[in-house]
């Protein structure tokens, strides 16, 4: 787009959630009877903020800090339990009932006759809340009158003969469906949601609230859900999807409210170094110009679960060339779930990018050592390098792995 890089800041969904909903009662963002219970979230109150958007579920833990600001207690965590999962429970209804050689033939004649289908059902899955004996509404005579062709049996004897046969109708131009076959397109993933939180729950302690936000917490249902599981923890604001973007603004004119961060992984950078039998495997064992080292060592610079300030100055780690007359130097950075990892081999590592490294024009590099920085707070990863006898700070660009 043509930003340049110093002008373009990435926000973290649920972080500027969190920051317009603790800015936001006070203006207004939340019914006046959630505004008043909830209060304006005083200094040292921890809440958890659910992001339900689309795709997935986004969910981190914050705390109001003695001058306002906010720190992470927990890294952000979530999974794939967005309202599209309920969007592909209603297709595999349609599957189980009309098979998929039909609904492949519909989507192939019928296209926007399927299309306005979906969108009926997200009309109809954003405002059910449960409380109704069934859902019914507009249906393609098309797609009735093709499974009839295609299979020779009216779909009334094989919606009855199905394992849903109790569920569903079509009465003329419509389809009836059962409040207790609609929620079950819901409960797998609101199961996983109330699992998530609950077990966060356990791991952060004294959390007073859970804010929903983002455009699946407006689904009646789900609210109603987590209100019966968790009571009067749960609020929400009056407009769910339009927090993110709002708190985005936000952050954008307060970048640093948001001051203590959790890392979510170990981040390290991969080296040799001297080999010692008696702690390095064998298989890593390597013989260069007559010296024995052990390759692809884990050199951590970050621990997974590490609190880190935004700015904070962190340790830095020596690490040389491997020969003369280079131009540039290559590290390659690698993450973990483990908190000390020996080899960026071992199981849950996985690579991270490449740092390539701008080296002064010397001849003995091997006798230069670099010192490496991963600095991390903000909402991305920076490397700070100094080459250590010149005092010299170096260019370095640092390519992620897709």
């Known amino acids: 787009a043509g ?23 006070k203006d207004c963002a939340f019914e006046k009877k959630d505004a008043e219970r909830i209060g304006i979230l005083k200094k040292n109150t921890k ?11 986004d969910i981190t833990c914050h705390e109001v800090l003695e001058d306002g600001n906010l720190a992470e207690l927990h890294h952000a965590t979530g999974g794939n339990y967005g309202g599209t999962n309920v969007d592909e429970a209603f ?73 849903v046969g109790n569920d569903i109708e079509f009465p003329r ?46 689904s009646p249902y789900v609210y109603n859900r987590m209100q019966e599981q ?3 923890m749960v609020f929400r604001p009056i407009e769910p999807s339009s927090t993110v973007l709002k708190g985005a603004v936000l952050f954008g004119e307060h970048h640093t409210i948001i001051t203590k961060r959790i890392s979510k992984y170990s981040y390290g950078i991969a080296r040799m170094m001297r080999f010692k039998p008696d702690i390095h495997r064998l298989d890593k064992r390597r013989e260069i110009d007559g ?27 020596e690490y040389f060339p491997a020969t003369n007359g280079l131009t540039q130097a290559v590290l390659e950075v690698y993450a973990s779930k483990t908190r000390n990892p020996q080899y960026v081999t071992d199981e849950g590592c996985f690579p991270v990018g490449l740092l390539t490294i701008d080296l002064s024009p010397y001849e003995d590099h091997r006798h230069w050592p670099l010192r490496v920085k991963i600095l991390f707070g903000g909402t991305e990863l920076t490397v700070d390098v100094l080459e250590v006898k010149t005092n010299k700070s170096l260019k370095v660009t640092l390519s992620l792995v897709h």
């Open 3 to 25: 930003i340049d890089n110093d002008s373009l800041t990435i926000a973290l969904e649920p972080e500027v959630a969190s920051i317009y909903c603790k800015a936001g009662i």
């Open 47 to 57: 809440y958890m903020i659910l992001d339900l958007g689309g795709g997935t579920a």
């Open 291 to 317: 010296f024995v080292f052990v390759d692809d060592v884990f050199n951590s610079h970050i621990e997974v679960g590490q609190s880190i300030e935004v700015g904070q100055d962190v340790e830095g780690y």
């Open 91 to 163: 297709r595999q209804l349609l599957v189980k009932i009309f098979g998929t050689n039909v609904i492949k033939e519909f989507k192939r004649l019928y296209l926007d006759d399927y299309l306005e289908l979906l969108a009926i059902f997200e009309r109809k899955k954003r405002l059910f809340d449960g409380k109704s004996d069934k859902v019914i509404f507009s249906f393609p005579y098309r797609l009735l009158e093709l499974h009839e062709s295609l299979c020779g049996v009216d779909i009334k004897r094989d919606v009855w003969n199905s394992p």
């Open 230 to 232: 968790f009571g009067e």
């Open 173 to 218: 131009g419509k389809i009836s469906i059962l409040s207790s076959q609609f929620k079950s397109f819901f409960d797998t993933t609101v199961s996983s949601i109330i699992q998530q939180v609950s077990e966060l729950l356990e791991s952060v302690p004294d959390l007073s609230y859970i804010i929903m936000v983002g455009g699946f917490s407006e």
